[in-house]
């Protein structure tokens, strides 16, 4: 697959860290993005394309590092409260922070689609995405049922399984320790008598 070929570096799922509950609304705003793989050129990502092509491979999406540089932030306005840039819910690599301002520019993530439509109607240049993963634009809207969840989703999921199973096996081992000590003290109990 397009994962072995040259200069291929991982999904962008792996390479960015999403502020725990914002994952199905940043996963929207980047949209087919949001499972891409990370490419380091261009050149390379037009190889990794004909090379899908070739092997009949289907899509995907590549996100490059590093072709410009970031947008500047001014004219964005102030934003109501509860609502916050989708840029300001996502920590990433330095090199890959100009691709994804470019990507997330002006998109605001809001509780639902009332307030998305009040946003916008306000503020025609910025973008709004719901909690459930709804865009709504100035002259256009993207949504509906979601049919399967991002790579991003996926990722907060294991990552949240991982902590689980952690804390899991910390309680084993303090139950461990708790038993092994009782059964201790029943054995000393028990010589006693």
Do not use: F, M, Y
Not at 76 to 89: I, M, N, S
Not at 164 to 182: H, N, P, Y
């Amino acid at each position: 697959g397009a994962v072995d070929l040259p200069g291929v570096l991982g999904p962008v799922a792996e390479r960015i860290t999403v502020a725990p509950g914002a994952e199905v609304p940043v996963a929207a705003a980047l949209a087919g993005l949001a499972d891409a793989l990370v490419v380091d050129t261009v050149a390379e990502a037009a190889a990794a394309l004909a090379h899908l092509k070739d092997v009949d491979g289907g899509r995907a999406g590549l996100l490059v590092p590093g072709g410009l540089p970031a947008l500047p932030r001014d004219g964005w306005p102030q934003l109501p409260e509860g609502v916050r840039w989708a840029l300001d819910l996502v920590t990433a690599p330095d090199e890959l922070c100009p691709a994804l301002a470019r990507v997330l520019d002006r998109v605001a993530v809001v509780p639902g689609l009332d307030a998305a439509v009040a946003l916008v109607r306000t503020h025609p240049r910025v973008r709004a995405v719901t909690a459930d993963g709804d865009l709504v634009g100035a002259d256009w809207s993207v949504g509906g049922q979601a049919n399967a969840p991002s790579g991003l989703e996926v990722r907060a999921r294991v990552d949240d399984a991982d902590r689980e199973l952690a804390a899991a096996a910390a309680r084993a081992a303090e139950l461990a320790d708790r038993l092994a000590a009782a059964r201790e003290t029943a054995r000393e109990r028990s010589a006693d008598v």
